[in-house]
């Protein structure tokens, strides 16, 4: 028994994440947590139940990005191969506090865990990818909505998703799209300035 005592923090959708014994579970809900404490107390739990399961003694290192990932980013090493699995949880700040409840235990385990500040252009990966998308996705439902008037579809079924943007840009043209794509477009740009002038740290860990 590697955690001796149940941590459970709050994932993604509702469910929760489970550390206890020797595993790590992510992804399920609180009454299947409630239901894996008892089967790993008397030893009968089934990894092959869970999505999203890691064999503690299989991590060999995990890292994230204090204040920008929800997720923590385990290193797996079985049988000779190295993989990357994530166990997400509901926000950055849960993310941070299960780093914490699990430090300790790991620092025992023989892990070493350092601060590291990004660079400014480390820092600047995530925001810029979101403001290239964010201006990419909004530059093509603009043109999309200008040119809504020149296009007709021949086919017979139109899905209900672009025949609702259809109809919308008939009704109110193409700005409303232009004004709301530059508006989200400039957030993210403040966002990446504000990542550049004041990187996050990154937490790694390495047996």
Known sequence: MIFEKPII????????????GQYVIGNIT??????????????????????????INDIVGYEFIIGNDSFLKFE????????????????VDVA?????????QFKQLGF??????????QAAVSPAITTLGVAGGGAILTWFAYN???????????????????EI?????????????????ILCLFWLIKKMFNPPFKIKATK
């Open 30 to 55: 609180k009454e299947d947590a409630d239901i894996s404490i008892e089967k790993i107390k008397n030893n009968s739990l089934a990894e092959s139940e869970f999505d999203s399961i890691i064999f």
């Open 148 to 166: 809504v008037d020149n296009y007709e579809s021949t086919r017979r079924r139109i899905k209900w998703y672009v025949k609702l943007f259809d």
């Open 9 to 20: 923090h709050n994932g993604q959708g509702g469910n929760v994440v489970l550390i206890y």
């Open 112 to 121: 070493k865990r350092e601060e590291i500040q990004l660079t400014p252009l």
């Open 76 to 91: 797996i090493s079985k049988n000779n191969d190295t993989s990357f699995q994530n166990i997400n949880f509901q926000n």
């Open 169 to 185: 840009s008939r009704a109110i043209g193409y700005l409303p799209f232009l004004v709301l794509t530059a508006v989200l477009t």
């Open 96 to 104: 941070k506090e299960a780093e914490l409840s699990i430090e300790k």
